[in-house]
């Protein structure tokens, strides 16, 4: 019975304790959650700014969050929504990053940072994924899903087209370019294997897509080689020499005119489609 006693006594006294931490933490959460209620506009704005000083990012979207919450409307509003995307941009939070974009857009058309925000959502785009496949798995980009780079594309081109004489259009300029090297070494990649598996037309007829898309792309030169070979494989001299003097032309020192292509430009995967036969064309 004393025992029983002494059970029900313990219990009853961690049920009090149970109760008296879950209401102090209770405070707690309050506390922090309520810390920014009624604080003016300005001290919250520019307690947003500290933390990105400081390169506290998450914390900088959570207070220009509460901004936007207690304060809808006025230029600190509008300035907190594209400090919001920005931060959400530096922690790598792309989906929440975007969505503030998109939000900001809707709402402000207009507005004179328009720019900015496509110039910010083509980066946004760009970088996905990107970091984490290149420095942790080492992964070519271009290997990879290429819709999110294409969506870049797509907002740095709005950029240049609706606002040529922003600040960003010339960054936006040269991300474009990049980006078409990125899709045309896509296709290349697609072109090589073609030629490994002995599929020339195939191989023709994307090399050939690379040159017609993405002209002035830095694997042109690539790609004509890749027509030159395809060519002399099935047998068609005439194209096979055309592309071999547009090649001779453009760049005398590439390595399919000397017969040797080993690995270039991926040497990474070791690839060697010009391997084995010689091409007739080729021949000293």
């Not at 990105?52 to 509003?77: D, E, H, I, K």
């Not at 907002?155 to 045309?184: E, G």
């Not at 697609?190 to 994307?206: N, P």
Request: net charge neutral.
């Amino acid at each position: 019975m004393t025992q029983a006693r002494s059970l029900l006594r313990n219990a009853l006294i961690l049920s009090l304790l149970a109760a008296f931490v879950a209401s102090g933490c209770s405070r707690l959460r309050g506390d922090k959650t309520e810390v920014d209620e009624g604080v003016p506009v300005e001290e919250l704005y520019e307690k947003g700014h500290q933390s990105m000083r400081y390169g506290n990012w998450s914390s900088a979207a959570n207070t220009f969050r509460r901004l936007v919450a207690q304060y809808p409307y006025g230029p600190y509003t509008e300035q907190a929504l594209i400090e919001t995307a920005y931060a959400h941009y530096k922690s790598g939070n792309n989906e929440e990053a975007i969505a503030s974009i998109d939000r900001f857009l809707r709402t402000y058309p207009t507005h004179r940072n328009t720019a900015y925000m496509y110039y910010l959502r083509g980066l946004v785009n760009a970088n996905r994924d990107t970091v984490f496949l290149q420095r942790v798995w080492s992964l070519d980009a271009s290997r990879r899903d290429l819709a999110t780079p294409h969506e870049a594309y797509s907002n740095f081109n709005t950029v240049v087209d609706r606002f040529p004489n922003s600040r960003y259009a010339d960054d936006a300029r040269q991300r474009m370019a990049a980006l078409r090297n990125m899709f045309a070494r896509h296709e290349m990649e697609t072109a090589l294997y073609y030629l490994r598996r002995g599929a020339w037309v195939a191989a023709s007829k994307r090399a050939t897509y690379v040159l017609e898309t993405y002209p002035q792309s830095m694997y042109q030169n690539d790609a004509v080689a890749v027509l030159a070979e395809a060519y002399t494989r099935l047998g068609n001299e005439t194209l096979a020499a055309d592309a071999r003097r547009v090649l001779e032309l453009n760049e005398p020192d590439h390595p399919w005119l000397s017969g040797d292509w080993p690995d270039y430009p991926w040497a990474i995967r070791k690839l060697n489609p010009f391997a084995g036969e010689k091409s007739p064309l080729r021949e000293n």
